[in-house]
T-cell receptor, first 115, second 115 residues
Framework: AQKITQTQPGMFVQEKEAVTLDCTYDTSDQSYGLFWYKQPSSGEMIFLIYQGSYDEQNATEGRYSLNFQKARKSANLVISASQLGDSAMYFCAMREGLGNYQLIWGAGTKLIIKP | DTGVSQNPRHKITKRGQNVTFRCDPISEHNRLYWYRQTLGQGPEFLTYFQNEAQLEKSRLLSDRFSAERPKGSFSTLEIQRTEQGDSAMYLC?????????????FGPGTRLTVL
């Protein structure tokens, strides 16, 4: 079974609109962390936002926010006021359990912002 | 504060040759990770170091792959007798143990093409 599922292979969004990228996860651990990264065509993986399993508030970082629904095991990334520079691949990743350090990744969503 | 650096950025080699990649982590980070990413996929974990100790290796890391971090600073990843299936982006990341999120920060990657 997939540990991280990103159901949207690609998305087109008009500039300045908000966009939600979906991520569902599967773990039996109580302690885990969820990450979102952006990968432009240049290839570098850029950290965007983190949500811990015990965090009661949804994480926010500038234009990025995370809609964390623990019971549904979803951690959707919301980008407000999208910009042309937001066009990239977006990956959801999970670090599960205590003492685990590797990240488990989804297949990614390709986001294209239209002018 | 310089980020993670990787060299070379691109490597083209013939099947059967050996290649070595270098990763320099963020200076105060004691954890270092290697991932492999093929086109259209999320990264796959290869190995992890804490200081100079290699603490975890994926079964993806066959006998032809070896990684070192001799002084707990930079790391090298060597692939012996390269095969066409080794063609991928090799990503290095680093993190600081004891930080709240232990977020992994990535370098620009080394793109390997095996002819």
């Amino acid at each position: 079974a997939q540990k991280i599922t990103q159901t949207q292979p690609g998305m087109f969004v008009q500039e300045k609109e908000a966009v939600t990228l979906d991520c569902t996860y599967d773990t039996s651990d109580q302690s885990y962390g969820l990450f979102w990264y952006k990968q432009p065509s240049s290839g570098e993986m850029i950290f965007l936002i983190y949500q811990g399993s015990y965090d009661e508030q949804n994480a926010t970082e500038g234009r990025y926010s995370l809609n964390f629904q623990k019971a549904r095991k979803s951690a959707n990334l919301v980008i407000s006021a999208s910009q042309l520079g937001d066009s990239a691949m977006y990956f959801c990743a999970m670090r599960e359990g205590l003492g685990n350090y590797q990240l488990i990744w989804g297949a990614g969503t390709k986001l294209i912002i239209k002018p | 504060d310089t980020g993670v650096s990787q060299n070379p950025r691109h490597k083209i080699t013939k099947r059967g040759q050996n290649v070595t990649f270098r990763c320099d982590p963020i200076s105060e980070h004691n954890r270092l990770y290697w991932y492999r990413q093929t086109l259209g996929q999320g990264p796959e974990f290869l190995t992890y170091f804490q200081n100079e100790a290699q603490l975890e290796k994926s079964r993806l890391l066959s006998d032809r792959f070896s990684a070192e971090r001799p002084k707990g600073s930079f790391s090298t990843l060597e692939i012996q007798r390269t095969e066409q299936g080794d063609s991928a982006m090799y990503l290095c990341a680093s993190s600081l143990s004891g930080s709240v999120t232990d977020t992994q920060y990535f370098g620009p990657g080394t793109r390997l093409t095996v002819l």
